[in-house]
């Protein structure tokens, strides 16, 4: 028989050689290679102060071929060594008997009881959960080989290597084309998550959380309502994120900004388990803090800026206009008013470290107690927390109480029903809203004390002559009150019928309720103006959901396997809001627990507002023999928020894969385990605009005379459009998976095109009209990017582990077009606002 020899490669080498000692020069493994199989080195095994014999054999798969690299450790030591080249190993043991642990990336761990062997052959089984590792989908789940859409994992493991108040923050820098913003550096501050970049101007980009298969409000990505923000992070065992059209159409309107599956904790069959998890920190701000001048730098520098008006208004200055500017005379003015902050020479006596006034250094701590279990029929988990961060800005906290419960239980061999019930209160001091304080500190002058001296008063800039009217951090900090309390539950009930050999029903009703209270006061030497102020906010927001889908699972012979689902949904947002305020109190002791005490400018206001989502959806998946793939999904989401004209949309993709490392001169190479490319192309759209846009709008701020007296009118502030509609967004994406070395190496890289018509901005209208803009469907956009992931597992040794996780993104937003020339869209005006 003529032997096939692999195709050559540098000096002579085979490729398969050649590429294998670039991999593991990486992971830091020497290697041989002299005309016969592959041969790496292991690394010389240390001295063994207990070990009595000798132990040696050979480590193969389950094809018989050798596996190098493969760890053998003494249970219950660290003492081991790897195997060689041809899978050979030596390794000491005692010489009563030892049990050895076999392990290596990819196949499942094997432990053997060693008695009076001398020598000890092992076959690995490969570990099918590398590449068939089962991933959370639109509906339901799916190989992880046989995915055709950009799917990224983060596992419970992960999640918990940095404790983090909110899921958002432990997703930060986990994995490529996921961007997170912290908003805020207090306790629980909030986060803006981008996936892949910006898709919208004016609508919201914010991605789309499911938990547990309950839809979320997308909320407004500002200071105060993110719903994810407000569930136990330690409740969350698995997320997956779903990026390109393939993945995300099947939630149509919803999934334009990609979409977040998050699943939690549910019960096991066994024996009942009660574990607890504690965690205290001490949390100090950092070395790196902003450089700021000292109290003898700012005033030599207010110094050189006055003499410096010499030389850029050399009129002005010899005509005496600057005179009133004169370092000097100010410090000489305040100085006479404010004794005891400047000696008889004017020279400062306080140098204010006003990081250190404004901070403190504090303890936080996370306690979880969890219960769970069950039998074959019904399996149950019960958690509990508290948690509580004290701030480094003074003042500030974040504390959370929060319980959540699942259930499961399989009535009958054809019923499943379940369901989960989550509630979370979380108090917070929203002291530094906005940044406020951060900013305040590095803006403080650093020549003034915290307190006069003479009087016990707060200093502040705006004590000093002609300068800017702010308060100081400090004052800031004791006097104001910021008190947000969210009460969240969140809850769902499924049923599963099976129907019959592959076919399934699934009902899941859900809900999410938020009730929050804002309450904020400021005392009168804070709010000179006003005499204090105090205002009282209450906002209640209820979520409901319900869906019904089939799912239908066929495997035609060996080559042939079919998924489909089909389903309908229905979507219902309520929110209300009450709000009031005062100023003018004659004392600071009431605060906003008597808005009754205040005299002046008194505000009461209230909204409310309802929208609805109807929807129809399906998605057929196709894979023939295990290596060419394909899917198709379409949605028809209909919304109350758009016109008449305009009330439904369709949103539809495609997607193929073709598992490279299936085919036949591919399969089995020892170097790539796993190679797959795929490309997709879909339609979203966006409908995350506030509700009644599409309507007129009658508002009661009108006024008129009548009988010699002012009365109050209600009158249109708004236009209607029935012809507003959603914004679509139509994606590209092409990408790459690649594994070496049975998964020790992975990599991924996708390049997306996303392209975004129809926006909705407030287009101006004729002043004819009497109306300023209208609500339109205007422009387009680009978005276009490359990423890229690169995971490595070092060493996975006994007890020790050592990964690597390296990701990097580039993206680039473009507005191509707008509908009226781009000066009237400018930031603050009625678009481009907050453009993060």
Not at 113 to 131: E, P, Y
Not at 147 to 170: C, F, H
Not at 539 to 561: A, I, M, P, R, V
Not at 690 to 696: A, D, E, F, K
Request: glycine share 10%; net charge positive.
């Amino acid at each position: 028989m003529k032997k096939h020899l692999p195709p050559q490669g540098l000096l002579g080498r085979p490729f398969s050689v050649v590429i294998t000692q670039l991999l593991l020069a990486l992971l830091c493994i020497s290697f041989t290679y002299a005309k016969k199989p592959l041969g790496v080195k292991a690394p010389t095994d240390r001295p063994s102060m207990t070990a009595d014999r000798t132990l040696s054999g050979r480590v193969t798969d389950e094809k018989d071929e050798a596996l190098p690299g493969v760890s053998v450790i003494l249970k219950g030591t660290q003492r081991g060594t790897v195997t060689d080249a041809d899978g050979r190993y030596k390794v000491e043991i005692p010489t009563g008997g030892a049990t050895l642990v076999f392990s290596f990336v990819g196949y499942l761990p094997q432990e053997v009881r060693i008695a009076n062997q001398t020598s000890v052959d092992i076959s690995l089984k490969a570990d099918s959960k590398v590449l068939d590792e089962i991933v959370v989908i639109g509906y339901g789940t799916a190989k992880k080989s046989d995915l055709t859409g950009a799917v990224t994992s983060v596992k419970e493991a992960q999640l918990q290597e940095r404790p983090t108040s909110s899921l958002n923050q432990a997703l930060s820098g986990r994995m490529p084309g996921v961007q997170v913003n912290t908003n805020s550096g207090r306790p629980g501050g909030r986060t803006t998550v981008r996936i892949r970049g910006f898709s919208s101007i004016n609508s919201s980009n914010n991605p789309l959380y499911v938990v547990d298969g309950v839809m979320l409000p997308q909320g407004t990505g500002d200071q105060f309502s993110n719903p994810i923000d407000y569930i136990n992070p330690n409740d969350i065992v698995n997320v997956e994120v779903l990026k390109d059209a393939s993945s995300t159409a099947i939630y149509g309107a919803r999934g334009a900004n990609g979409v977040i599956l998050v699943s939690t904790r549910k019960g096991k069959a066994g024996e009942s388990r009660v574990t607890y998890d504690g965690q205290f920190s001490v949390n100090t701000i950092g070395p790196n803090k902003p450089k700021v001048l000292n109290a003898k730098e700012y005033l030599a520098t207010e110094d050189l800026a006055y003499a410096n008006m010499a030389k850029y208004d050399p009129v002005g200055w010899a005509a005496g206009k600057w005179s009133y500017l004169d370092p000097k005379v100010r410090r000489a003015a305040f100085s006479a008013a404010r004794p005891g902050v400047f000696d008889a020479n004017l020279n400062p006596l306080y140098d204010t470290d006003w990081f250190k006034e404004s901070s403190q250094n504090t303890l936080s701590q996370n306690h979880q107690l969890g219960f769970s279990g069950g039998n074959e029929r019904t399996q149950y988990s019960l958690s509990l927390n508290y948690r509580d961060d004290q701030g480094l800005i003074k003042t500030s906290y974040m504390k959370r109480y929060s319980g959540r419960f699942s259930i499961d239980d399989q009535v009958k061999s054809w019923l499943k029903i379940g369901g989960t019930l989550s509630y979370n209160n979380q108090s917070e001091n929203l002291v530094d809203v906005n940044d406020a304080v951060a900013r305040q500190i590095v803006e403080d002058f650093p020549f003034l004390p915290v307190t006069y001296p003479t009087t016990g008063v707060f200093a502040e800039n705006r004590d000093y002559p002609f300068a800017e009217g702010t308060m100081s951090s400090v004052h800031r900090l004791m006097d104001r009150r910021y008190i947000q309390n969210t009460q969240t539950t969140l809850g769902s009930l499924f049923t599963n019928i099976t129907l019959g050999k592959g076919l399934e029903m699934r009902t899941v009703l859900g809900a999410n309720i938020q009730t929050q209270e804002i309450n904020q006061s400021q005392t009168r030497t804070l709010n000179i103006g006003g005499n204090g102020n105090a205002s009282a906010n209450n906002n209640k927001t209820s979520f409901w959901s319900l869906e019904h889908y089939l799912t239908y699972n066929k495997q035609f012979g060996q080559d042939h396997s079919f998924t489909g689902l089909l389903g309908l949904s229905w979507q219902e947002t309520n929110t209300f809001g009450i709000g009031a305020s005062v100023s003018g109190f004659a004392t600071d002791y009431f605060g906003f627990n008597n808005l009754g005490a205040g005299a002046t400018n008194p505000s009461v206001s209230s909204g409310a507002s309802r929208f609805a989502f109807n929807s129809y959806f399906g998605r057929i998946n196709y894979g023939y023999k295990n290596k060419y793939l394909f899917t198709a999904t379409g949605r028809a989401d209909g919304s109350s928020k758009f016109g008449e004209n305009f009330k439904f949309a369709f949103f539809p993709s495609a997607a193929l894969a073709w598992r490279v490392s299936e085919e036949d001169f591919l399969k089995g190479n020892p170097v790539i385990s796993n190679l797959k490319v795929r490309a997709s192309y879909g339609l979203t759209g966006n409908s995350e605009i506030p509700p009644y846009q599409s309507l007129s709008l009658l508002s009661s701020n009108y006024s008129t005379i009548y009988n010699d007296g002012r009365v109050g009118g209600t009158g249109i502030s708004r236009l209607a459009n029935p012809d507003l509609r959603w914004e679509k967004t139509a994606q590209t994406d092409v990408g790459l998976e690649v594994s070496f070395l049975k998964g020790r190496i992975t990599l991924e890289a996708d390049y997306y095109y996303r392209l975004t018509t129809d926006m909705l901005l407030d287009a101006p209208v004729p002043q004819s009209s009497g109306y300023a803009t209208i609500r339109r469907n205007v422009g387009s956009m680009e978005n276009k990017g490359f990423e890229f992931g690169l995971n490595t597992i070092n060493i996975n040794r006994g007890t020790f582990s050592w990964n690597t996780n390296f990701n990097i993104s580039l993206n680039q937003n473009k507005v191509l077009s707008l509908a009226t020339p781009s000066d009237i869209f400018n930031v603050g005006g009625p678009n481009f606002t907050n453009p993060t």
